[in-house]
């Protein structure tokens, strides 16, 4: 099973700064990595797949990149809106495809 | 418009059943393999169970294996998960999602919650 570590844990900013989010993966899982935002009560949202292809009506803020073990989300400039928990996913190895145990991205 | 609809959830006991549905419409929906995820009170997601669009094919997390069913009914558009032999640890939302991964569209979820 491939485990995903995500880091930090929290990420305290104000908006308008620039958010970077690590996962890394166990083993390698080429560029097969999804990142998914989660804001409470809602379900999550795709955001980018694939490392670094935004999803459909994804805004250009947000970013992805990496291969192999080492992926980053870059959110270029915080809005209100994004403050929420980010969880990667990869469908490299599977079954099971597995989640980062996620970063919340809280308003410093 | 995509709409996944999720039900079935609620409070059973230790060793008891439940079966989740999930009735989807605005696609093909025998087109596309479908997946249940949970997310327990507070925690991070956590993908369940996959199924193929003709139902074929079929994949389990191992802790659900022996006990979880996922199946298909293409004429009725309707995913399901059957949950037997529930544990304490199940107790989570149960959301159905479109696709095998890279999930696009997710419902809004049922609750389980087993205790006693």
């Known amino acids: 099973e491939t485990v995903l570590t995500q880091s930090p844990a929290t990420l305290s900013l104000s908006p308008g700064e620039r958010a970077t989010l690590s996962c890394r993966a166990s083993?390698?899982?080429?560029?097969?990595l999804a990142w998914f935002q989660q804001k409470p009560g809602q379900a999550p949202r795709l955001l980018i797949y694939d490392a670094s292809n935004r999803a459909t009506g994804i805004p250009a803020r947000f970013s992805g990149s990496g291969s192999g073990t080492d992926f980053t989300l870059t959110i270029s400039s915080l809005e209100p809106e994004d403050f929420a928990f980010y969880y990667c996913q990869q469908r490299s190895d599977w079954p099971p495809l597995t989640f980062g145990g996620g970063t919340k991205v809280e308003i410093k | 418009e995509v709409q996944l609809l999720e039900s079935g959830g609620g409070l059973v006991q230790p060793g008891g059943s439940l079966r989740l549905s999930c009735a989807a419409s605005?696609?093909?929906?025998?087109?596309?393999?479908m997946t249940w995820v949970r997310q327990a009170p507070g925690k991070g997601l956590e993908w369940v169970s996959g199924?193929?669009?003709?139902?074929?094919?079929?994949y389990y997390v191992d802790s659900v294996k022996g006990r979880f069913t996922i199946s298909r009914d293409n004429s009725k558009n309707t995913l399901y998960l059957q949950t037997n032999s529930l544990k304490d640890e199940d107790t989570a939302l149960y959301y159905c999602?479109?696709?095998?991964?890279?999930?696009?569209?997710w419902g809004q979820g049922t609750l389980v919650t087993v205790s006693s």
């Open positions: 083993q390698s899982v080429s560029n097969y």
């Open positions: 999602a479109k696709g095998i991964d890279n999930w696009d569209y």
């Open positions: 605005g696609f093909t929906f025998s087109s596309y393999a």
């Open positions: 199924i193929s669009g003709s139902g074929s094919n079929r």
